[in-house]
Each structure stands twice: as C-alpha cells, then as structure tokens.
C-alpha cells in the first residue's frame, strides 16, 4: 500500500526548517492552492516553531511511500 503525504516546508525567523505533514491530501492539487494555503498559514501566524515565528516558504512537494504490513 502507498502513503501519500503533502509537505508543506518553512523557514523560522531564526532560520529553521520546518515541516508539516498532511497525510492523504486531496488528488490533483495544483501549485496555485498549495502556495495560497501556505501564504494562509503565514499570515494567520497559525504555527510555532520551536517559540519562533514562521517567516516565509521554502516548498512543498508531494511525497509517496512503500509500506507492507507484515502480520505477527
């Protein structure tokens, strides 16, 4: 079976990276909806990172994994 998670990835005020994972995002997204949740989430302030601001994008990118579950 295949994971699909959506990464969407920041940069702290002090230059972190940061990372949020959603699991099973909708098909098709398009970059425009991506880039203006993100901008969302920015300008709601919506997240800290470890006691800092989030401050811009870095990207986002669509990640996909193998996984076999394997009964015992």
Not at 22 to 29: F, G, Q
């Amino acid at each position: 079976m295949n994971e699909i998670t959506l990464e969407l990835r920041f940069r702290t005020d002090e230059g972190q990276l940061i990372t949020f994972r959603v699991p099973a995002p909708k098909d098709n997204l398009t970059e425009e909806e991506v880039s203006q949740a993100m901008d969302t989430l920015l300008a709601q302030n919506v997240f800290y990172g470890n006691a800092s601001l989030i401050a811009s994008k870095v990207d986002a990118r669509i990640v996909t994994r193998a996984v076999d579950t394997i009964a015992v």
